[in-house]
């Protein structure tokens, strides 16, 4: 120590140590493993030594401390130095560390051992380089913290009793703890040896065993595994769900033309739309919905007959354009023999006629567009086909009286028609009229006919529609007049035929002659019991087709005739009268 103070070994200083240390004698008598020398007669200090020369440890200043000799240098480790305590006291107490250093003043006296002759030193191991510094200073490693205690007490020595060892012995090699070293002099500063055997009255308490985080690690790693699972599963939910993590862009189209080529069905439709109108009906407790076209400018619009037929007045009929604006409407005139009817709407600016076309220069097979409300969806667009032409069908026939029967030499067609299409127009691609859509087949016998017919009929592609041409003179004529007339021959036809053709009857109605007096049937020569086989040259099988084909013709048409007279052809040629509709 240098005034006090710990002088820190890090490396071996220039003299080595090893020069003025001895090594002790070896035991003679057995007594302990390496027995301490007798300590020298103290030698005269030199007064002009300087005091950094003195052996550390040095208590006094008039003893040095003995010299020691090392033989074999060893490795500088953690491994414990002790002194080895005279034989003669009790090895209880452990071996503690000097604290504080004892002034001279207070050590206690130390009686010279008898002077023995000094073997040779024999040398333990191989000179160390990096030698252990003397015992009592701090060497390499840190020293204990010093631990203040009670001083432990000291046993009387006896007369005889061999002499304590110097205060700062040199240590053993391999040397083991072998119990305490009483205190020199009573001090009340011990030695605390932190590699000892250990202390009987101050013991440490054993270090808390640590608990093991094996288990600690492997339920965090479950735990982390788990979250991850969960947390992936639902990033590839969503990423098989929704295509990926960013937001989804779909090509799309740009905004280019919308204007379509004037014969394509778009286009048809556009041009024909502001001109159809919904109309709606109520009367008699029923209410009925069905679908008309503008006629002209001045509100006249025309419709069926039966789709009007149950207003009571013209204040139960309403008509709605394809704008949504809404009007009232009065009838102008209707026909059942015809199935047409036209009312008329007032005050309602912008109407748009629909122009109309020929039916006579229809062919089969020529596109058509078909525009209507079929149940109450106004505005509706389908297409199709002419599918024939000149097809004989009968509608109505409720009354039973036959009044409410209408004639029809109609157009077929495969654009879908369904309850509510009644009364709209049959468009050719020029978007012009060639028909007024007015009945349907449906599955079943839907007409009326056989048993079985559907309850509530649908389209199955068997559309029907009255000829603009029969429609536009009808509906000039109820503009014009309120009434229809109708072409007729001036026969009665017999309706229970079964042969093929229309059969003139033998008696009419009532009894009466079945060939009208001075009518156009009389002129032309035919009798009762003639069957009509052709009219123009095409088939009639039966006394409705008959009707048909000349209700398909004006008043005054001359009409060419073929029929069978006790099994002879004969060809007859008259001119088409005309009868007042109802």
């Not at 200090?45 to 950094?52: C, K, L, S, Y």
């Not at 009007?308 to 209707?334: C, H, M, N, P, Y």
């Amino acid at each position: 120590m240098n005034n006090g103070k710990p002088n820190w070994w890090s490396r071996p200083s220039n003299t080595p140590e090893a020069a003025r240390i001895s090594t002790p004698p070896p035991a003679e008598d057995g007594d302990g493993d390496f027995p301490l020398p007798a300590p020298r007669p103290p030698a005269a200090p030199d007064p002009a030594a300087p005091a950094e020369s003195r052996p550390a440890g040095d208590l006094t200043e008039t003893a040095p401390a003995p010299a020691f000799e090392v033989s074999e240098p060893r490795p500088l480790t953690a491994e414990p130095l002790t002194a080895e305590p005279p034989a003669s006291v009790p090895q209880t107490a452990p071996a503690v560390e000097l604290t504080k250093p004892v002034p001279a003043a207070e050590a206690a006296p130390v009686a010279p051992a008898p002077e023995t002759p000094a073997a040779a030193p024999v040398p333990l191991h191989a000179p160390d380089e990096y030698r252990t510094p003397p015992y009592g200073e701090p060497g390499p490693w840190a020293p204990a913290p010093p631990v203040q205690r009670p001083p432990a007490p000291v046993p009387p020595q006896q007369q005889g009793a061999v002499p304590p060892a110097p205060a700062h012995p040199h240590p053993q090699p391999h040397a083991h703890p072998q119990g305490p070293v009483p205190p020199q002099g009573g001090s009340p500063w011990t030695q605390y040896d932190p590699w000892g055997a250990g202390d009987p009255g101050f013991a440490f308490e054993p270090a808390p065993a640590k608990k093991s985080r094996k288990g600690l690690a492997v339920a965090g790693a479950l735990v982390f595994a788990l979250v991850t699972g969960v947390i992936g599963g639902g990033i590839g939910a969503y990423v098989e769900r929704n295509g990926g993590l960013t937001t989804v862009e779909l090509p799309q189209a740009e905004a280019g033309d919308t204007d379509r080529a004037p014969e394509s069905v778009a286009g048809i439709a556009a041009s024909a739309l502001p001109g159809v109108v919904t109309l709606h009906v109520r009367g008699s407790g029923s209410s009925g919905t069905g679908t008309g076209f503008v006629l002209d400018t001045k509100g006249h619009i025309l419709t069926n007959n039966h789709v009007v037929d149950g207003a009571s007045s013209s204040e139960d009929i309403s008509v709605t354009f394809s704008s949504g604006e809404t009007a009232r409407a009065k009838l102008v005139g209707k026909d059942t023999g015809y199935d047409l009817a036209v009312v008329q709407v007032t005050g309602v600016s912008g109407l748009k006629p629909l122009p109309l076309g020929n039916s006579d220069n229809v062919r089969v097979g020529d596109p058509v567009v078909a525009i209507g409300a079929p149940f109450d969806l106004s505005n509706t667009v389908t297409s199709g086909i002419i599918s024939a032409k000149e097809r004989p069908i009968t509608a109505g026939g409720e009354k039973g009286d036959g009044s409410d029967i209408s004639y029809v030499d109609a157009l077929q067609t495969d654009a879908p028609i369904n309850p509510g299409n009644s009364g709209g127009p049959l468009l050719d691609s020029k978007a012009r009229v060639i028909g007024i859509n007015s009945a349907i087949r449906a599955a079943g016998g839907g007409s009326g006919e056989g048993e079985g017919a559907a309850s509530q009929p649908g389209s199955i592609g068997l559309g029907f529609a009255i000829p603009i041409n029969q429609g536009k003179r009808v509906a000039e004529e109820l503009i014009n007049t309120g009434k229809a007339t109708h072409p007729v021959i001036g026969v009665s036809l017999d309706m229970q035929f079964n042969g093929d053709g229309a059969r003139v009857g033998e008696k009419g109605k009532d009894g009466s002659a079945s060939v009208t007096a001075g009518g156009p049937a009389a002129k032309a020569g035919l009798r009762p019991g003639d069957v009509i086989t052709k009219v123009d040259g095409q088939r009639v099988h039966n006394g409705e087709e008959l009707i048909v084909k000349i209700r398909a013709h004006r008043p005054g048409d001359k009409l060419e005739l073929t029929l069978t007279r006790d099994g002879k052809e004969l060809t007859k040629t008259l001119t088409l009268g005309s009868s007042q509709g109802t």
